[in-house]
């Protein structure tokens, strides 16, 4: 006990020498030495000086719990609510999952230089349609570098092959669907969806231009005829794992998340190393509360692609929601390395330092996540804990 009253008496007498963060530091240290007497008397202290501090009332509330003082534990973690909403993503990893930003793989016009985006091509697939066209063997080639040439984004080359491509009976559906997805590429959707019903008149049982088509309703918000080609598309084929992704993709965005997640498994089933419904699949678990299965999942898809430059960016949400800062800030470092401008890894990048403290790099960041992307929730979440001066309010 009388140590207790020596520090006491020591912190009275040098309180005005000790900077606001040096106290915290303090504390921390009391607390990591098990001390919690000591960091109670110091967090004390600290919030008669600085009664607004949202952090403080924080680390007191752990206090607290260490010390069975339940009750007040819930008094300071409310009140460091009411000063600041975001408070608890210091000590709750649901909370830091609630506010991260997160991505999942979507089909885009202009894929090509962006993270986390997908081709609706399935290169395999197209490959196997090829092989068992009746035509000459200089047709499937040209047909087969064609499509090479799409799913590598390079269109002007692909164009060059179908132009030598003689037209025959047996090859004009899926050149009419080639033709599609080169206009789907280019931002010309009626002429894409013009393609696809000209490959579909040709051969009604091809699958990959219902799905293809699809996309297209689902682009332009036409949710119900976007599911009925789906549809048609599985009960010609429901062997690609393709067409799972996308109807789990569309169920999303119909806020069917059961359907969605169903969806995704059938993909992953078919395909279990398919990633990009991996990291989706994931994500709709984390949206139903299912944290570990999502992370398991996003796991999955790390282990599977470890040199996938966007699993840098999941495995740095991983690492910040489950309390490894350093890690995250790494991860996050060598993703912005390759995409400088995404505004979501910069967003996150300032979450992580506002954890650890680094007042003005956690600022700076999410400054300029707005200034790439304005986004209300962030601004919120910026006004919360920055000051005029890139400072964080503690």
């Keep these: 006990m009388k140590s207790v009253f020596l520090s006491f008496a020591l912190l009275i007498s040098v309180q005005i020498l000790i900077a606001q963060d040096d106290l915290l530091n303090l504390a921390d240290y009391y607390t990591r030495q098990s001390s919690f007497l000591e960091a109670k008397i110091v967090l004390d202290n600290y919030l008669e000086v600085y009664p607004g501090s949202a952090l403080g009332y924080v680390k007191r509330s752990k206090v607290h719990g260490m010390l069975g003082e339940f009750q007040k534990r819930k008094s300071d973690l409310r009140m460091a609510q009411q000063i600041n909403p975001y408070s608890l993503i210091y000590v709750d990893p649901k909370v830091r999952a609630k506010y991260i930003a997160k991505k999942k793989y979507e089909y885009t016009l202009d894929e090509f230089g962006e993270s986390f985006t997908k081709s609706p091509i399935k290169y395999k697939y197209y490959i196997k349609i090829i092989e068992d066209l009746t035509g000459d063997e200089e047709t499937r080639e040209l047909l087969a570098q064609a499509v090479w040439q799409l799913y590598k984004g390079n269109i002007t080359e692909c164009e060059i092959f179908l132009n030598q491509i003689q037209q025959t009976d047996d090859s004009e559906g899926i050149i009419y669907d080639l033709q599609g997805l080169i206009s789907y590429k280019k931002g010309d959707l009626e002429q894409a969806e013009e393609y696809y019903t000209k490959a579909i008149e040709v051969l009604p049982d091809y699958s990959i231009a219902y799905h293809n088509r699809s996309i297209i309703f689902k682009h332009r918000g036409q949710y119900k005829r976007a599911k009925t080609d789906l549809e048609q598309a599985l009960a010609t084929n429901n062997e690609i794992s393709l067409f799972y992704f996308t109807l789990g993709k569309l169920n999303e965005k119909l806020e069917n998340q059961k359907a969605a997640i169903e969806a995704y498994k059938m993909a992953v089933l078919l395909d279990g190393d398919y990633s990009e419904a991996l990291v989706n699949y994931g994500h709709v678990l984390k949206g139903i509360g299912n944290y570990q299965g ?101």
């Design 294 to 394: 999502a992370v398991n999942y996003l796991n999955e898809t790390i282990r599977n692609h470890p040199g996938k430059t966007e699993n840098l960016f999941l495995r740095g949400n991983i690492n910040l929601i489950y309390g490894e800062y350093d890690l995250a800030l790494d991860d996050y470092d060598r993703y912005l390395a390759s995409f400088p401008y995404d505004a979501g890894a910069l967003y996150n990048r300032g979450i992580s330092n506002i954890l650890i403290q680094n007042d003005e790099q956690a600022c700076l960041d999410i400054a300029k996540s707005l200034d790439i992307e304005m986004n209300e929730g962030i601004r919120a979440f910026y006004d919360a804990f920055c000051s005029q001066n890139f400072t964080l309010v503690r």
